[in-house]
C-alpha cells in the first residue's frame, strides 16, 4: 500500500474528530448511559470510513439531513441508525466497554446522498423500516405509507454483492418460505421485506455506492402475482426523487425538495473552509 493512502484526507479527519471529540463525549454523559468516554476503544477507521464515506457523511451533518442531539444520538425525523455508538460484552461489566457500530456511518452517509445529491425532501427519508428489514426508506407520500426507496447498508462490497445475488435467486424462484430457501436467513428476511414493502427502488449500500460517480447496486423492483418479485439492475439516476415521485408530487413536497437546494451552501462553504486548511 502506497504511504499516501494512510494518510485521512481532511474530511475523514474531520468526521474522526467530530466522533471522538463531540459526540461520543455527549453521548457517554446522556443520564441514560453515564459511560466513561476513556473506555471507548478507538477503531480500525479505514476499515469503513473510506474518503467517499467521511464525505457523504460529512454532507448529511453540514446540510442538516441528520442532526445531532445533546445526547449524542444523530437522528433523521425522529427516527435513527442503529447508532454509530455501540457498547460491548455484559451489562455487568465495569468498566463497560464500548466502540464504533460501523454501518451507521454507510447509512447516515446513504441519507446523505438521497438528500444532497438526489434532491429527496427530508420528511420522506427515514432511517430503518417497521419490522427492521432495511436500514433506510424513502416514501412517495407524506403519511409514509408507499415506500419507495428501501436501502440497505452493506459495511464490505462483498456483502454487498452477495445479498444483491441472493435477492436476485429468490426472487427468481417466487413465493416461497424461510424454511424451504437455501439463502441465508438474513437475505431471505430481506426478500420478505420487498414482498412487504414493495419498494420501488432497491438500493443496496456498499462502500463503493459512494466511491465513484454512480451507486452501483440499484434494482428495480417489481412485485407479481403469488409473491414474485423482479430484480432488474437499473442506473443510479432512477434514485432522483424527481424520477420517481414525477407523478405524484404535490407543490409543497416540490418546495421542500427546492429548500434542500438552499441548504447545499451550507456544505460547499464547509468544503472551502476545509480547502484551505490543506
Ligand atoms: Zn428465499
Known amino acids: 500500500m502506497q504511504k499516501s493512502a494512510l494518510i485521512p484526507t481532511i474530511e475523514q479527519q474531520v468526521v474522526r474528530d467530530l466522533v471522538v471529540g463531540e459526540y461520543l463525549p455527549a453521548w457517554c454523559a446522556s443520564r441514560a448511559r453515564s459511560l466513561d468516554p476513556s473506555n471507548f476503544k478507538i477503531p480500525d477507521w479505514s ?6 464515506v467521511a464525505r457523504w457523511f460529512l454532507a448529511a451533518i ?11 444520538d444523530l437522528t433523521l425525523g425522529g427516527t435513527t441508525p442503529d447508532g454509530i455508538f455501540e457498547t460491548k460484552g455484559f451489562k455487568s461489566e465495569t468498566p463497560r466497554r464500548m466502540g464504533i ?15 444532497v445529491r438526489y434532491n429527496w425532501p427530508l420528511e420522506r427519508l427515514r432511517f430503518q423500516s417497521p419490522g427492521w428489514a432495511f436500514d433506510l426508506l424513502a416514501y412517495a407520500d407524506d403519511e409514509w405509507s408507499e415506500v419507495t426507496i428501501a436501502g440497505e447498508a452493506k459495511l464490505k462490497q462483498r456483502d454487498a454483492d452477495a445479498l444483491s445475488a441472493s435477492l436476485k435467486i429468490c426472487s427468481e424462484r417466487g413465493d416461497h418460505e424461510i424454511g424451504d430457501c437455501d439463502q441465508t436467513r438474513n437475505h431471505h428476511k430481506k426478500y420478505e421485506g420487498l414482498l412487504k414493502f414493495r419498494p420501488d427502488i432497491l438500493w443496496i449500500v456498499g462502500p463503493e455506492a459512494f466511491a465513484g460517480v454512480d451507486p452501483d447496486l440499484v434494482f428495480r423492483v417489481q412485485v407479481g402475482k403469488g409473491g414474485v418479485s423482479r430484480l432488474r439492475r437499473v442506473e443510479a439516476s432512477k434514485l432522483r426523487y424527481e424520477a ?15 429548500s434542500n437546494k438552499a441548504r447545499r451552501f451550507t456544505m460547499k462553504r464547509r468544503s472551502s473552509q476545509v480547502g484551505t486548511e490543506t
Not at 453540514?62 to 449524542?72: I, K, L
Not at 420517481?244 to 427546492?258: M, N
Open 101 to 115: 457500530r460501523p454501518e451507521s456511518f454507510l447509512e447516515v452517509a446513504a441519507v446523505g446522498m438521497l438528500a
Open 47 to 52: 476499515c469503513f470510513l473510506t474518503p467517499s
Open 244 to 258: 420517481l415521485t414525477a407523478r405524484t408530487a404535490s407543490p409543497g413536497v416540490r418546495a421542500a425538495a427546492g
Open 62 to 72: 453540514d446540510e442538516g439531513v441528520v442532526e445531532v442531539t445533546s445526547e449524542g
